[in-house]
């Protein structure tokens, strides 16, 4: 097998949650580019069938699907029409993500809760889904878009956003144990940790930080489209077939620093 035949996903097809903006829709554009099939879906429906529209005009099929990623018939229905339009689910990239800024003290619990739901369990439910569907055709490839947060704790003056980052050191200690349990049925889980990037969730901070942001970056700059494509592209692919329950952290050397 030649190095470009391990990038191509021709005749695969992915499912990318919170799909709509952001980082979704950059992760959705990079597995289409590489030739697999996309389910775009989310809680902003309109905003998920721009982004199919946009993908079909690169020549693959896309489909768009409204779901709240807390709610098992919502991911029950997306991946059943998925498997019914498709026939199969090779990649899933569970990127649907919430915040809440608040001093920890202050923090109401129904907040703490709506992010638990959104970041945690939703990568829960939806894992488990389609890890179903993955297990009896004897592949597959899960992707959980986590964060540098969740490595460690921030100042408060910086990112008032304990339940995130609580949520994110979650989703990595899953992933390793979802990738244990999935490696014998040839499923391959594992993370993105993404530093900044301009999206919606860190738009607070870098309106406000970006100049102790860019200072602790060793880059000097905050990330882009293409610093998120390739490490997308390189999980999704054949490239990465002996890599369990790794997260790969795209920071810009953030977390490289002493």
């Known amino acids: 097998m030649q ?5 191509d996903l021709s005749n695969k097809t992915a499912i990318v949650t919170g799909g709509g903006r952001g980082l979704g829709e950059i992760m959705a554009h990079a597995i289409a580019e590489a030739g697999a099939n996309v389910v775009v879906c989310s809680r902003d429906l309109k905003a998920c069938e721009a982004v199919s529209d946009a993908l079909v005009k690169k020549g693959v099929y896309s489909l768009a699907y409204e779901c709240d990623v807390t709610v098992k018939e919502d991911i029950e229905h997306v991946v059943d029409e998925t498997v019914k339009h498709f026939g199969t689910i090779d990649i899933l990239i569970n990127n649907s993500g919430t915040s809440w800024i608040s ?7 129904d907040k703490w809760d709506k992010v638990m739901a959104v970041n945690v369990k939703g990568v829960f439910l939806f894992s488990q889904a389609v ?5 009896k055709q004897k592949s597959g490839k899960i992707i959980n878009i986590a964060s540098v947060s969740g490595f460690g704790g921030t100042l408060e003056s910086f990112m008032n956003t304990t339940a995130y980052n609580t949520s994110k050191g979650a989703v990595m200690t ?3 144990d979802l990738a244990v349990k999935l490696a014998p049925h040839n499923i391959q889980v594992n993370a993105i940790a993404p530093g900044f990037f301009p999206t919606k969730l ?8 970006s100049e102790p942001v860019l200072a602790r970056t060793p880059a000097g700059r905050i990330g882009e489209e293409n610093d998120i494509k390739g490490a997308t592209l390189f999980l999704a692919s054949q490239a990465s077939n002996y890599i369990i329950g790794h997260t790969l952290v795209i ?7 002493a």
């Open 251 to 257: 920071d810009g050397g953030m977390t490289a620093l």
């Open 103 to 109: 001093p920890i003290l202050d923090m109401p619990a």
């Open 131 to 135: 890890a179903k569907v993955m297990a």
């Open 3 to 7: 190095v470009k035949d391990l990038f």
């Open 174 to 176: 899953f992933t390793k």
């Open 202 to 209: 860190s738009k607070p901070v870098l309106d406000h930080f």
